[in-house]
């Protein structure tokens, strides 16, 4: 069943290069336009699936802890950056606001596909 499972996704994996080669061939959409809805529609959801299929218990979080400890002063440091250079970078509140956004919560779930 499992070797079935797989060489379903692979033939669906294919079928979706075959319509993205055939939809820019006719130039129905742009690349950024596959690539935002391969990312958005197909890596997205395998990265949450995957995240969520493995087994989260108290064993793994204190094994773990240094991560969470790191993360999270990451996260004040980066919120402290992003104030300082948005104020750098423009006087405009609302693109302030868009600025640090964008450097507190950077997407950082697409690294793993690099």
Same mark, same amino acid.
């Given at each position: 069943?499992?070797?079935?499972?797989?060489?379903?996704?692979?033939l669906y994996v294919f079928l979706l290069i075959g319509w993205? #080669?055939?939809?820019?061939?006719?130039?129905?959409?742009?690349?950024?336009?596959?690539?935002? #809805? %391969?990312?958005?529609?197909l890596f997205l959801p395998a990265k949450?699936?995957?995240?969520?299929?493995?087994?989260?218990?108290?064993?793994?979080? %204190?094994?773990?802890?240094?991560?969470?400890?790191?993360?999270?002063?990451?996260?004040?440091?980066?919120?402290?950056?992003?104030?300082?250079?948005?104020?750098? %970078?423009?006087?405009?509140?609302?693109?302030?606001?868009?600025?640090?956004?964008?450097?507190?919560?950077?997407?950082?779930?697409?690294?793993?596909?690099?």
């Amino acid at each position: 069943m499992l070797i079935i499972l797989k060489q379903l996704f692979i033939l669906y994996v294919f079928l979706l290069i075959g319509w993205g #080669f055939g939809k820019l061939k006719k130039d129905i959409v742009s690349h950024t336009q596959i690539l935002s #809805f %391969l990312i958005v529609n197909l890596f997205l959801p395998a990265k949450v699936f995957k995240s969520f299929s493995t087994n989260f218990n108290k064993t793994y979080l %204190l094994e773990n802890y240094t991560s969470l400890i790191v993360s999270t002063c990451l996260l004040l440091l980066l919120v402290g950056i992003s104030i300082v250079v948005s104020k750098l %970078l423009t006087k405009e509140p609302y693109e302030r606001k868009v600025y640090r956004y964008s450097i507190v919560l950077a997407n950082y779930a697409y690294l793993g596909y690099v």
